[in-house]
């Protein structure tokens, strides 16, 4: 409010100026305005904004406001980096906690010439794993990549298992890749999700 009133008054000055400057701009909305007129409203705004005790308390209740202000931005700012905090920290522990989970693939032809993918899980947590969820690439020996019904686009492919795989444990995972012929290699794994027998689960956690 102090603020504002500091504001209007700067404010009401220069429309002063601008009056006893050239009055003719004013006549429509009071005709009879003249440069005297003018001056005297100046001069009494002057002296309104010159009274030292109502421009002290002003002036102090735009400091007030001022202060209370800063000290909100300050507050949240505060909070903001609290929960960017948290929410770095909580991915950082996802992303260790996962880490725990080893997948090693390989492709692998089968008796009739269909390419597999196989892939060793080791579950490294203290938890029983009962959901796996992942998602890989598929390249030829060119390093092109191999889509579905032999495209040459990328297709991610997506595995789920529900195997059990107790803690320190390795499970032998197969995929059969009837769809994408052409595979010889795979990208790395990466883990989406997974799931254990005590109800948790966790997500991989996206980009920050």
Do not use: C
């Not at 507050?75 to 080893?102: V, W």
């Not at 040459?152 to 059990?164: M, V, Y």
């Amino acid at each position: 409010m102090y603020s504002f009133i500091q504001a209007m008054l700067g404010f009401s000055i220069m429309i002063s100026i601008v009056a006893i400057i050239k009055p003719s701009l004013f006549h429509k909305i009071y005709g009879k305005l003249n440069r005297k007129h003018a001056l005297a409203i100046f001069v009494g705004i002057f002296i309104v904004m010159n009274f030292t005790p109502l421009t002290d308390k002003v002036n102090e209740g735009a400091k007030r406001e001022e202060t209370v202000t800063n000290q909100q931005k300050t507050e949240q700012n505060a909070a903001a980096k609290a929960e960017a905090d948290r929410k770095h920290a909580e991915r950082e522990a996802k992303l260790e906690f996962l880490s725990k989970i080893k997948l090693t693939q390989s492709i692998v032809e089968n008796v009739i010439g269909t390419p597999e993918l196989h892939v060793l899980a080791k579950n490294g947590t203290d938890k029983t794993i009962d959901g796996l969820e992942f998602h890989t690439s598929f390249q030829n020996n060119f390093g092109e990549p191999v889509g579905k019904w032999g495209t040459t686009k990328e297709d991610i492919f997506t595995a789920r298992s529900q195997e059990i795989i107790k803690p320190g444990k390795t499970a032998e995972l197969e995929w059969n890749l009837t769809l994408y012929e052409a595979t010889t290699k795979a990208a790395p794994p990466i883990i989406d999700r997974v799931h254990f027998t005590d109800g948790t689960a966790v997500e991989m956690p996206t980009e920050e």
